[in-house]
């Protein structure tokens, strides 16, 4: 089992372009957790997904940030008109079932710069 | 509201000395508390949560709910635990995880 797999590890992008990242869960997991660790700080809880459901996005910031998790495939945080205080690093989560941090296994990060 | 805090930004011991990686947490209810472990850049690791009671790495954690505490300590650190420690908290949101910001631990030769 290969882990919780997240690409890009870097990526970097301009103010005003559109960042995607992308999280493919541990085989087996149907759930996804999505949290953000900005420079400092801890990591903050954004968003949980299942298979074709935002179960909680009380973390997400109001406008452009996305979260998808679709039938097939990866899930996909993706971030609008990027600002220089979206730079931080992401860290996407997976678990067979919902329950709480012993079996939350996380991915190794993706760092967004936003120059 | 649920909070994490781990008062030492950075720690620095040398090999062979005890150390002890300060948490104190702020939840209403009963938390689950949690160690994680991230090594130079890799993924978030489990070391150990309060409920099992275990020794991971010689690392172990009590929960002191009278003093909200749950601080990590081994007797004899090794080069190797130089990493970054984060103290986590699960309350009744159980999937969702509350952190701190972290202690960077340094062991020094």
């Known amino acids: 089992n290969a882990g919780v797999m997240q690409n890009p590890r870097h990526l970097v992008r301009r103010r005003g372009q559109e960042a995607r990242l992308r999280c493919s869960p541990m085989k087996g997991h149907s759930h996804v957790y999505w949290y953000r660790q900005l420079p400092e700080e801890g990591l903050k809880f954004m968003v949980y997904?299942?298979?074709?459901?935002?179960?909680?996005e009380s973390g997400m910031p109001k406008e452009r940030f996305s979260a998808e998790f679709p039938k097939e495939g990866p899930s996909i945080l993706r971030i609008q008109q990027v600002v220089r205080g979206d730079s931080a690093a992401y860290f996407c989560?997976?678990?067979?079932?919902?329950?709480?941090?012993?079996?939350?296994?996380f991915g190794e990060g993706s760092w967004l710069t936003v120059v | 509201a649920q909070r994490v805090t781990q008062p030492e930004k950075l720690l620095s011991v040398f090999k062979g000395a005890p150390v002890e990686l300060k948490c104190n947490y702020s939840y209403s209810g009963s938390p689950e508390l949690f160690w994680y472990v991230q090594y130079s850049r890799q993924r978030l690791q489990l070391l150990l949560r309060h409920i099992s009671r275990e020794s991971i790495k010689g690392f172990t954690a009590d929960l002191n709910k009278g003093e909200t505490s749950f601080h990590l300590k081994k007797p004899f650190a090794q080069e190797e635990d130089s990493a970054m420690y984060y103290c986590?908290?699960?309350?009744?949101?159980?999937?969702?995880?509350?952190f701190g910001k972290g202690t960077l631990l340094t062991v020094n030769p």
């Open positions: 989560a997976s678990s067979p079932y919902r329950v709480s941090g012993n079996t939350i296994y």
């Open positions: 986590a908290l699960s309350g009744g949101s159980n999937y969702k995880l509350t």
């Open positions: 997904l299942q298979k074709e459901n935002i179960i909680d």
